[in-house]
């Protein structure tokens, strides 16, 4: 099945289409350098993306503090990880950069937050 | 009882561009205040709780709160003072130079600050229906995009419970996918442009991502609902028309402008200072001075920056024209600078002969190769070629030219 995708590497935005190579990977074309092979090649076999939201707090000036991940998280997780967090309730004070949550889901990845509770 | 206090520098406004200046008039030896009414420093980062800040000034991919903590706590490291809570009604400008500031704060009552410079860094407010005169009925669940953000990302509340959105913007599709994490669904976002205004990146994670339909060259050309938003009607146009016949209904409870910023100069106006109908920011000088001796402006109220990384750095630049100024600096002899073949505007309005200058416009037309040119006294001295201009992008250049007016035109080599 052929796919149209737009890539995102640099702003030339090379429209690319890439088909089943029957190897379990991707034939692209399209793409005006090598970058787009491997742009498209990720986004098609396993996109992902840095996820942000704000939790609970019990800060009066800071009710609800920012979370992101720190580095780019399996696409299709998001949904998880934000109805986890939109659970919490947090303790402050928090430190930006303080972990969340260690390990998501054995993904490597973990929650920080992105503001001080206080500042 | 009145406090009365006394600085080198105030500073209005602690965004991206107040606290930059903040932090370079301290760090080089000026007592600095820096007002914000909100109580956390960082302006509208603090609500920007997505990646994608930061790559140019800090070379690193911050969310926007990540960039306020640390351009606030580098402003206090450098000693300039925050007075947070606190809004500034009034300036007036004293017989010896120096400026009054009348603060209104609920922690210390009014107080005076008397400064002997002035940093406007206001920033900015958001167009809404009322500004691009959307008809239909007056229901409660019409929000601009930038309050909708707020209510989600600081209030903890949810807008509605179905949106349609106005405007492809960066905001409006950043705002789409917020919303759709916050289990809100986005019906549609409609654009009357043929091409989506903000980047491709946000086209991609913010819309396709969730499979929101974009609707290019269409206009929402109703609202209906009486006491709530119970749907909008969008239609196509055509040479800029909408064509009622083929207009459909999209039934949906919220809906959210992003449709343009205007730079927020009351407190400019009060001054004096003399404003550019192109940017809606002042008219400034090569060291962002406006016409008022002592008054500076820099960030998104002195024009609309496409990122906060770019406030950041002209505020920076405003406090090195606030240092020159104070140590008494001649007031630059001022050549014009004018804006001609596809370009909405310059900044700065003059310049002095040689001395390096950076300039900044914004482009009128989109095209994938174009030659910028500046022609003084008839002929052209300088040219340079650029690559993928767009309208949402602006152009930056650093320019040293001799004595006479300069005129930039922009023009497609397609």
């Not at chain 1, 109805?83 to 303080?98: A, S």
């Not at chain 2, 606290?19 to 007002?35: D, K, N, Q, W």
């Not at chain 2, 001022?334 to 900044?347: F, H, P, S, W």
Request: aromatic share 6%; hydrophobic share 40%; net charge neutral.
């Amino acid at each position: 099945m052929k796919k149209s995708l737009i890539c995102l590497s640099c702003p030339v935005g090379c429209r690319l289409e890439a088909v089943p190579d029957g190897k379990n990977d991707w034939e692209v074309s399209g793409n005006q350098c090598p970058r787009g092979v491997v742009y498209a090649r990720n986004e098609l076999t396993d996109p992902r993306r840095i996820v942000t939201a704000v939790v609970r707090s019990d800060s009066e000036l800071l009710p609800f503090i920012p979370v992101r991940t720190d580095r780019p998280l399996p696409r299709r997780m998001a949904a998880r990880l934000l109805n986890e967090l939109y659970r919490m309730q947090i303790k402050t004070p928090v430190k930006c950069g303080e972990v969340l949550i260690k390990d998501f889901d054995q993904t490597g990845v973990n929650i920080v937050f992105s503001s001080n509770s206080n500042n | 009882m009145i406090n009365l206090q006394t600085c080198d520098v105030a500073v209005i406004g602690a965004g991206a561009a107040g606290l930059a200046a903040g932090a370079e008039c301290a760090a080089r030896g000026l007592s600095t205040v820096i007002i914000d009414r909100e109580p956390l420093a960082g302006g509208i980062l603090r609500q920007c709780i997505h990646n994608g800040f930061g790559v140019q000034y800090f070379k690193e991919e911050l969310t926007g709160p990540e960039y306020a903590v640390r351009i606030t706590e580098a402003a206090l490291a450098a000693g300039a003072e925050l007075k947070l809570d606190a809004t500034v009604s009034e300036i007036k400008r004293l017989p010896d130079g120096a400026f009054e500031l009348l603060i209104l704060s609920a922690k210390d009552g009014v107080s005076r600050l008397t400064a002997r410079a002035v940093l406007l860094a206001m920033g900015c407010r958001e167009r809404n229906r009322g500004n691009i005169a959307t008809p239909g009925t007056r229901p409660a669940g019409v929000f601009t995009a930038g309050a909708a953000q707020r209510l989600l990302n600081m209030e903890g509340m949810l807008p509605g419970t179905s949106a349609v959105i106005v405007g492809s913007g960066d905001i409006g599709l950043i705002m789409a996918r917020r919303l759709t994490w916050c289990g809100i669904p986005v019906k549609a976002v409609v654009e009357i442009m043929p091409e989506p205004s903000g980047l491709p990146r946000n086209v991609v994670q913010c819309l396709h991502d969730f499979d929101i339909p974009l609707y290019l060259e269409h206009a929402v050309t109703n609202i209906f609902g009486r006491e709530r938003v119970e749907g909008v009607e969008a239609a196509p146009l055509k040479n800029g028309v909408p064509q009622p016949d083929q207009a459909f209904r999209i039934d949906c409870d919220t809906v959210l402008f992003s449709v343009g910023l205007l730079p927020e100069n009351e407190l400019s106006c009060k001054l004096g200072v003399e404003i550019n109908p192109a940017t809606g920011g002042a008219i400034v000088d090569e060291t962002l001075q406006t016409g008022v001796p002592g008054v500076f402006a820099g960030g998104n109220v002195l024009h609309v920056h496409d990122l906060a990384d770019f406030a950041s750095a002209e505020g920076k630049r405003a406090a090195n024209g606030i240092v020159r100024y104070l140590n008494g600096g001649q007031k630059p002899s001022g050549c014009r600078v004018t804006a001609g073949a596809n370009l909405k505007y310059a900044v700065p309005n003059s310049f002095s002969p040689g001395t390096k200058t950076e300039f900044s416009f914004r482009p009128l037309i989109a095209c994938d190769r174009a030659v910028l040119e500046a022609e003084q006294n008839g002929s052209v001295i300088w040219r340079k070629d650029l690559k993928f201009i767009r309208p949402a992008e602006m152009l930056n250049i650093e320019l040293e030219a001799g004595a006479g007016e300069l005129l930039f035109n922009l023009r497609s080599k397609e």
